[in-house]
């Protein structure tokens, strides 16, 4: 399976996705739009949840979110574990359910009363909470009221590979190969946005340590064939005379 690995504005935002080369771009890049919003969503969660965890003292509400926020670090990435939409919905379900318990009671006023207390709180310390936990509770069950920068239309956002778009009409094995054990970098932007920043070339340090790498690997190499040579130039059937020492039975004669 080919991994794309889906890269945001920074290096910790960074998620890989597991699909294959035979994949339509067109439905390769509406699987990591999905996972792209879903992310966004459960930040903005996790982000206003921690909040309201420690200012109501709800150490469930908090480890919810911590767990959430590990599941999307780019520690993941590193260790090559895939993103699944599956999952991400699960982390914003558990934030819901240990909303509800941190606040039982309000939970139950529904979208409509909660935004018209939302209206009607003043600005004190109290109430600054209150609109927290009401805005987080709105959210988690109407994701559309909010306003998230970022969210990407999975029918029209596009898809960059080495600064080139992904034409949706093609496969996936059009730009990246068709190795499956491939792991191809790539970014996303909405329709008519501009083509994504390059990566920056490797830094002085890097490329130190790519030249001691490959340096060391040519050694390694060089000291694997010269064993070869040895272990060659020493055998029995490498010697140019053993065959005429075999035909003069000399072969195992020994001289006491």
């Known amino acids: 399976m080919v991994v794309l690995k889906v890269k945001g504005k920074n290096e910790t935002d960074v998620f890989l996705v597991e699909t294959t080369t035979k994949a339509d771009v067109g439905d390769a ?3 990591v739009v999905e996972i792209w919003n879903l992310r ?3 930040k903005w969660y996790t982000t206003n949840g921690l909040e ?3 200012e109501c003292n709800c150490d469930q509400l908090k480890q919810t979110c911590e767990d959430a926020n590990a599941y999307m670090s780019a520690e993941q990435a590193a260790r090559r574990k895939f993103h699944d939409k599956a999952a991400l919905e699960e982390h914003i379900r558990l934030i819901r359910g240990a909303t509800m318990i941190a606040n039982p009671a309000d939970y139950s006023l529904g979208v409509e009363k909660l935004a018209k207390e939302i209206e009607s709180l003043e600005i004190e310390s109290e109430d600054v909470r209150l609109k ?3 805005t987080l509770q709105i959210m988690l069950d109407d994701p559309a009221s909010g306003d998230m920068n970022e ?6 956002a596009v898809m960059w590979f080495a600064s080139k778009e992904m034409h949706r009409d093609k496969t996936l094995a059009d730009f990246v190969g068709k190795n499956e054990k491939t792991t191809a970098l790539v970014k996303l932007t909405a329709n008519n946005a501009h083509a994504p920043a390059k990566e920056p070339p490797a830094d002085q340090k890097m490329q130190k340590e790519m030249m001691a790498y490959w340096f060391k690997k040519q050694e390694e190499e060089k000291r694997i064939a010269e064993d070869d040579e040895i272990a060659w130039n020493g055998s029995e059937w490498a010697d140019p005379k053993a065959l005429k020492t075999a035909f003069q039975g000399l072969k195992d004669l020994k001289i006491r």
């Open 40 to 42: 966004l969503r459960l």
């Open 29 to 31: 890049i509406t699987q």
């Open 52 to 54: 309201l965890g420690k």
């Open 151 to 156: 969210v990407l239309d999975p029918a029209t």
């Open 132 to 134: 927290k936990q009401y």
